[in-house]
């Protein structure tokens, strides 16, 4: 699961450019959110990106966090080390 910032409110042209993500607008820009399978299915998506001249402000792997303390470890919310 991955979510991609970049700058602006896209509108719906450049929001079918990616028909698998979700997109959410937060303090002005826009939130891309979904699954991509794999490395390619990724660089497919920044590829897209860079040809609209849309600017990646931040792209995040976002994993599900544990479910109980001892599978977690010593990890913070965040998914950090503590």
């Known amino acids: 699961m ?5 700058r602006g409110r896209l509108g719906t042209t450049a929001l079918s450019a990616f028909p698998s993500l979700v ?10 959110t979904g699954l991509l399978v ?6 497919g998506v920044l590829a897209q990106i ?11 792997q976002v994993t599900a ?3 109980s303390q001892e ?11 503590a």
């Open 2 to 6: 991955y979510t991609i910032r970049v």
């Open 23 to 32: 997109p959410e607008l937060k303090g002005g820009d826009t939130v891309l």
């Open 71 to 81: 599978s977690g470890g010593d990890r913070s919310p965040d998914g950090l080390w």
């Open 50 to 60: 860079e040809a609209l001249g849309l600017e990646l402000l931040e792209l995040r």
């Open 65 to 67: 966090g544990p479910t």
């Open 38 to 43: 794999d490395r390619s299915a990724l660089f």
